[in-house]
């Protein structure tokens, strides 16, 4: 069983698409950390 499931995430600045069809399956009890330079616009996932 998964805690988070994904499928084909997009996401578009304006007419740029910025993600193209991320997927992302993170189970119950795994720990899981996006890292990334401040700025790069982590927190709009």
């Known amino acids: ?7 084909n995430l997009k996401k578009y600045y304006g ?5 193209k069809e991320i ?5 119950e009890g ?3 950390a996006l890292l990334g330079p401040n ?5 709009h996932l």
């Open 39 to 43: 700025g790069a616009g982590k927190q």
């Open 1 to 7: 069983m998964y805690a988070i499931e994904i499928k």
């Open 15 to 19: 007419n740029v698409e910025v993600l």
């Open 23 to 27: 997927s992302l399956k993170i189970k």
């Open 30 to 32: 795994e720990i899981f």
